[in-house]
């Protein structure tokens, strides 16, 4: 059975910041599926060896380029590489992150700046520099940011603090590239399966049924689910989209109680 999503995508480029692994590479691999070429950056050189090797193994037409999103000449000239090889860069995904349970006097300063630097520094860079790569008008840029964008959580004071960044950040390119027609969103997910990140914040069975409870779908979504959205963002389907932060979180935003507290030690 065909998707309704089957070649929606057919003669695009695809640029994905921290591709490699987790909803990331779930997102390359949902581009891909609708007919996108994928070009893909993360820090590991294996990594993303091994992405794009799956990728191309499963017939895509896939690229990458090991690059830190923390060194903008670095997503300078993946992103010079991308263009050299594919054309015109039709979409963006910027996502790589970084996090991890800790309370702000129980981490140093340089643990604060590493998930600030990864999260809202590393995707300035990659946003910024895709600028002039971009088709225009008819790109699409999407960030990956988080719930703690909006809801402030314990052990969570870099997270939040980088996310919340993220999001106003999508929403100034918004209005500063709108003109050039180029469309500007992020993706917030909820929690998602098989993911490093949910394994971090609910490491025990006990964790993973207390987080379950206050998700109104009753269970953790799919990769899958974040790649839809990132497909339907970057299609024609979304050309009037532009500035929106749009959940995908099973509806576990709407549970405004502090979630992470109860959930694991933060020292």
């Not at 499963?58 to 090991?66: E, H, P, R, S, T």
Request: neutral net charge; hydrophobic residues 45%.
């Amino acid at each position: 059975m065909r998707s309704f999503k089957d070649g929606i995508l057919s003669g695009k480029t695809a640029f994905v910041a921290g591709g490699s692994s987790g909803i990331n590479l779930g997102i390359a691999r949902g581009l891909a599926e609708a007919g996108a070429r994928i070009s893909l950056i993360s820090r590991s050189k294996e990594k993303v060896e091994a992405a794009v090797a799956e990728l191309q193994a499963a017939g895509f037409k896939a690229m990458g380029v090991a690059a830190d999103v923390r060194d903008y000449a670095a997503v300078e000239y993946a992103l010079g590489v991308t263009r050299q090889t594919y054309g015109e860069i039709d979409i963006v995904i910027s996502g790589a992150a970084g996090n991890f349970l800790a309370s702000a006097i129980g981490m140093s300063p340089n643990a604060f700046r590493a998930v600030v630097d990864i999260d809202l520094i590393g995707t300035y860079h990659v946003l910024r520099a895709s600028y002039e790569h971009l088709r225009k008008p008819g790109a699409s840029v999407i960030s990956i940011t988080a719930g703690q964008a909006v809801n402030p959580s314990v052990g969570q004071s870099h997270a939040c603090a980088a996310k919340a960044g993220v999001n106003m950040l999508t929403r100034c390119l918004a209005l500063e590239w709108g003109a050039s027609g180029v469309r500007v969103n992020a993706i917030s997910p909820g929690p998602i399966r098989d993911t490093e990140g949910m394994s971090r914040l609910t490491p025990t069975p006990e964790s993973v049924a207390a987080f379950r409870r206050t998700i109104p779908l009753g269970d953790y979504g799919e990769k899958r689910d974040i790649a839809d959205l990132a497909i339907y963002l970057s299609s024609d389907s979304a050309s009037y989209i532009t500035g929106a932060i749009m959940d995908c979180d099973g509806g576990s935003s709407l549970f405004r109680g502090n979630i992470l507290s109860s959930l694991a030690p933060v020292t």
